[in-house]
Nanobody, 116 residues
Framework: QVQLVESGGDLVQPGGSLSLSCAAS????????MAWYRQAPGKERELVATVLFSNITNYADSVKGRFTISRDNAWSTMHLQMNSLKPEDTAVYYC??????????WGQGTQVTVSS
């Protein structure tokens, strides 16, 4: 059974840091990419960062220079280090994985709130 479980969401003050983790099980290593998405209240889900099988990373312009995505070689864990957090980063953050066959997997999400 495929499972993606996010953790690390919390309430943090503006300018603070937070690290999110995604634990993957049942997926194996046949993944094309893993990614973090986020969805703020009243807004569409948006792509935050991706890491490919080649370890190439990509970021949304809004988080470039502040967020860092990483994964382990076994595709069992993915992280998102978030620094210099802003109130507009407040959202539910979702872990996503896509296989080479095009199968999509999603986690349940973890809440990140940036507020003083």
């Amino acid at each position: 059974q495929v499972q993606l479980v996010e953790s690390g969401g919390d309430l943090v003050q503006p300018g603070g840091s937070l690290s999110l983790s995604c634990a993957a099980s049942g997926i194996g290593t046949n993944l094309y990419l893993m990614a973090w998405y986020r969805q703020a209240p009243g807004k569409e889900r948006e792509l935050v960062a991706t890491v490919l099988f080649s370890n190439i990373t990509n970021y949304a312009d809004s988080v470039k220079g502040r967020f860092t995505i990483s994964r382990d070689n076994a595709w069992s864990t993915m992280h998102l280090q978030m620094n210099s957090l802003k109130p507009e980063d407040t959202a539910v953050y979702y872990c996503h994985a896509k296989s080479f066959q095009g199968d999509d997997y999603w986690g349940q999400g973890t809440q990140v709130t940036v507020s003083s």
